[in-house]
Structure formats: structure tokens, C-alpha cells
């Protein structure tokens, strides 16, 4: 069963996995939780013929039931700690850029993406970068690739979010974070921006196109021949 958007990416299940695995420890905690300040409610409230009981809980035999709690809670912390250490191990890691790998520019603005390919060169951060800034535009990936991307903010704080990939990532002024996605579906999927960040916040919203090779060499060949001005200057 999947209440989620579908997943298309390399990791999602793995994301997916933590959700419900999370999901069970709160599940059980909010449910005890509820029990233990319900049954007291019920079991010490006056009756005929007897006054309501009224426990401080300083008592030995009482507070070791915080006790109890706070080492059950721990213990689940734990778990949860073991299990996810090896799935953040393998998103937070950059993998290293092969040949096939993308490596592109996402800068957040108030109030849209801005992607920039690597040109021809396949390098970002050289002249023959192509920078497209347009609204609603889509950013082109192949899909089956690691596209490894490093995120900015020109102003204020903003958020990432590639819901089909179970990605999500600030956008920090200031700073440059280097993430990575792996798409393995043909698809357009919605990027959107996960932080108030002004008064057109929800009209921030862009796409993946996600290609197979072929499409996106496609793409990249017509859009680095029509930026030829800023290659041949180089
Ligand atoms: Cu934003």
C-alpha cells in the first residue's frame, strides 16, 4: 500500500521504508501514551462512597514508570538510528562523477529554479555554462544516470522538493550543497519549493524531465547550439 506519490527514484524505497517504520514506533507511543492518561481517569475518579484519588507521583513505585517510558523511548530511538544509518550514509555521500553522471547547477530564487547545464565542456562553473531562468521551466536529466546537483539561494531560504524521488533539501544564501538523484522512470515530475519563502512561495514550481539518453543528448546538443555565442567565446 502507497499513500505516496509514486517513487522513481533509486533511494525512494528506502525512504519510504524509514516513513513507516517511524510511523509504527509513534503509532505505538501516542497509543500508550494515551492509555496510561485515560486509564487513571477512570480507574481512580470518585465513586460512591469514595473521594478521588490524588497521586503526586513522587512515590518510588510510581515514578519508575518514567523511567520505564524514557528508556523504551530511547531503545526505539536507537532502532530507528541502526536502521536509517546506512540508508543517510548512501544519500548524504556524493558519489563520485563517472561519465555517464550529470553534474548541474539548481539556484532558488524568489520566485523560481534556476538550472544550469554544464555546457559542452560537461564542467559547471565555465564559461560554456547554459543558465535557464524561466518559470515552470523543466530541468533535463537522463534517466538511470546520477545527476549530482549543487544547490544555492540568491536571497532567502528555500527548499528542494522532488517528491517522486523522496528528495528534499534546503536551499541556504550563501551556501552550496551538492546532492544527488538517480531517476529510473521517463517522466516529468514536479519540483516545489517546501519553505514559505514570500508572497509567490506557491508559484514556485518547476519540473524534472526525466529523458532516456538519447532525448536528453538530444536536448543538450540544440540547447548548447543555440547558447553557441557564449561556447565560441570561450
Ligand atoms: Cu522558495
Redesign the pocket.
Known sequence: MTIFPENVSTYGQEIDNLFWLILVFAAIAFFISLFVLLYPLIKYSSKNGKRAEYITGEKRKHYKWITYALVALLLSDFVILYVEHDTWGNIESVPAISKNDVHVGII?R??NWIFVYPGPDGVLGTRDDVVIDSMNSSLHVPINANVIFELRSTD????FFLANARLKQD?LPGRTVMRWFNITKPGKYDIS?T????IL?SK?RNYVLAETPEQYKHFTDSLYNANKVVTSSK
Open positions: 532558488a524568489q520566485w532567502v531560504i528555500h527548499s536551499a519549493c519553505q514559505i519563502c514570500g512561495h514556485m
